[in-house]
């Protein structure tokens, strides 16, 4: 193992000394100055493993130092100390190109865990040869974003990941969690729409026993239960306003307060977050606080929707049906040149997730081993939907209300998978539990009978 060295630039001897000891200690050799001049003469005779620099200096800002790093030697990760609470220049010095930043005064602890995941970011390879981003496609656009993510992996900063609704947003931020520093410990994502208002502090900062009517033990949250990992807000904008305030703080000191706890519980994760919303639209109606999109827009990536990409229309289409195929144990069908071409003309307005959904569909229907256009049914423009203006002719009272039975349960999702059990039941109760006879009255394939018995767990 090489050795590893830092460079450490303060102007106040006792902090200097402070960081040469706890370094010392962590096996670093440690140079350290107490001017920016001072430190750009070092830097032009010697590389070092990391740099850590205050950010006011006697010649001038530390920001300085980071740019001059960034320029010169880019691939070594410099973090700044900040004075408490003055999180807005640390925040400027990760847009410019910090690693990371720690207030004073110093907590040895968040010191020792921010340099190790400093020299870990410092000892990626260049160009990762055994990991690769989840994204699938050859796209321009998509090798654009895999740079962006191989160079954002190897920082600590915030980063807003914006796109429509199933072009891939979370893939982009589990790629980022596991080509970085951090990829060994957790990820977690977070739908910040699908945890109930009353529960969402509890499940982010956690609670102590007894600090609320069914707190019967101690719950960590997910911010410890990331430690040391990466944690993924996903529909970000949809937090309560309340809670936006708790995030920022959170964020900002790197400390989280458990419900009922007395004090505070330092913590270690990098912050990504998402929405298909945009966040400039909604910090301008006042639905979203400024400060905080301040704090989590440090870096903006943006995912293509699929119709901006339709050249890898092909080869996502090919990798989906070989996992949908595998999931229930059946040989991947071929898609029809004119499926694919009909595929290649749809404009996808929910993107990759939608393009699995249809291929999902084509393949229980399907007769044989190829998927038709037919196969697909694909909306067309003549497609109509039912709304509370257009009322059947048979009158409100002639329906079940799905709609009410739908609110009895966590999702949409869930409650079609009840009503396509209940039909699947009853055909084959029907039938005597003849799969083949019930399969012929149910207007499908054995095949697709088969499939859809696999997937809700029936076939049993």
């Known amino acids: 193992m090489s050795e590893k060295t830092a460079l450490v630039i303060d102007d106040e001897p006792d902090i200097r000394e402070l960081l040469e000891i706890t370094l010392g200690r962590m096996q670093i050799d440690t140079r ?16 070092f493993s990391f740099c850590l620099t205050d950010m006011k200096l006697p010649d001038g800002n530390g920001l ?47 010191l020792r865990k921010l340099v190790n995941t400093a020299i870990q970011s410092g000892d990626l390879p260049n160009e990762p040869s055994n990991k690769t ?9 998509i090798v654009r974003l895999s740079a962006s993510i191989h160079k954002l992996a190897r920082s600590q900063a915030p980063v807003y990941i914006s796109g429509e609704s199933g072009s891939g947003k979370e893939l982009v931020a589990h790629s980022i969690h596991n080509l970085g520093p951090r990829a060994d410990a957790p990820f977690i994502a977070v739908n910040c729409g699908a945890i109930p208002r009353e529960l969402l502090e509890s499940e982010l900062f956690g609670h102590v026993k007894g600090s609320f009517t069914g707190a019967h033990q101690d719950k960590p949250g997910l911010f410890k239960a990331a430690e040391g990992g990466t944690l993924f807000f996903d529909e970000v904008a949809d937090l309560p306003l309340d809670m936006q305030v708790k995030l920022l703080r959170a964020i900002q000191e790197k400390t989280v307060r458990p419900v009922g706890a007395a004090g505070e519980i330092a913590t270690d994760v990098r912050i990504l977050c998402a929405t298909h919303k945009s966040l400039e639209q909604e910090v301008a109606r006042g639905t979203f606080r400024q400060d905080l999109f301040y704090r989590l827009n440090v870096i903006q990536l943006a995912v293509p929707a699929l119709r901006e990409r339709q050249e890898d229309i092909p080869i996502l289409a090919e990798r989906l049906l070989n996992k949908i195929a595998r999931s229930v144990g059946h ?47 694909l909306p067309t423009a003549a497609s109509t939907i039912a709304t ?6 048979a009158g409100n009272n002639a329906k079940p209300d799905h709609f009410q039975r739908c609110l009895e349960h966590e999702s949409l999702d869930e409650y079609l998978e009840e009503i396509e059990k209940e039909v699947l039941c009853s055909a084959l109760e029907a039938n005597r539990w003849n799969k083949t006879q019930a399969a012929k009255k149910l207007g499908v394939s054995f095949r697709s009978l088969r499939y859809r018995l696999q997937k809700l767990g029936l076939d049993d």
């Open 32 to 47: 350290s100055v107490a001017t920016i001049r001072d430190a750009k003469a070092l830097l032009a005779k010697q590389t």
């Open 331 to 377: 040989e991947p069908p071929a898609l029809s040149s004119k499926a694919l071409t009909a595929l290649m003309a749809y404009s996808f307005p929910g993107n990759v997730r939608e393009l699995e959904n249809i291929l999902e569909r084509a393949f229980t229907l399907c007769e044989g081993d190829c998927i038709d256009e037919s196969d697909l049914q």
């Open 64 to 110: 300085e130092i980071v740019e001059h790093i960034q320029q010169h030697q880019p691939r070594m990760p410099v973090a700044v100390i900040t004075a408490h609470g003055n999180v807005d220049i640390a925040i400027e010095s990760m847009k410019a190109g910090a690693f990371d930043f720690i207030s004073k005064p110093v907590d040895l602890t968040t």
């Open 388 to 393: 509370d203006d257009a009322p059947t002719k």
């Open 133 to 141: 981003t989840l994204l699938t496609g050859e796209s321009s656009s």
